[in-house]
Nanobody, 127 residues
Framework: QVQLVESGGGLGQAGDSLRLSCAAS????????AGWFRQAPGKEREFVAA????????YYADSVKGRFTISRDNAKNTAFLQMNNLKPEDTAVYYCAAARTLYANSAGSAPSDFGYWGQGTQVTVSS
């Protein structure tokens, strides 16, 4: 089993930076794709970024490409999402997720590809 706890959300202004962390319990997290999703009020949960278990492949939504960076520290069982040049449209609850399968060398972008979820952390960006 994998349990995920996000932190680092908060309030910011357009152009600011925030760094989200996802602390995992369970040794298998380091063997799974790590992902970040977000959900704004009234909208469906959407893919933000994903990173394979060994850090070899990264994936980003077009809306965040060039501004957000996903990374992980497997020694600390933690994943990160560095968010730069934030925009008001980035306002959402951000969720960390871990894939269902082990040792995948590619990542899906659908919520159904991920079997473990954190509780979410709110990010609010004002203009």
């Amino acid at each position: 089993q994998v349990q995920l706890v996000e932190s680092g959300g908060g309030l910011g202004q357009a152009g600011d930076s925030l760094r989200l962390s996802c602390a995992a319990s369970g040794q298998s997290f380091r063997k799974r794709v790590a992902g970040w999703f977000r959900q704004a009020p009234g909208k469906e949960r959407e893919f933000v970024a994903a990173l394979t278990w060994n850090g070899g492949n990264t994936y980003y939504a077009d809306s965040v490409k060039g501004r957000f960076t996903i990374s992980r520290d497997n020694a600390k069982n933690t994943a990160f999402l560095q968010m730069n040049n934030l925009k008001p449209e980035d306002t959402a609850v951000y969720y960390c997720a871990a894939a269902r399968t082990l040792y995948a060398n590619s990542a899906g972008s659908a919520p159904s590809d991920f079997g473990y979820w954190g509780q979410g952390t709110q990010v609010t960006v004002s203009s």
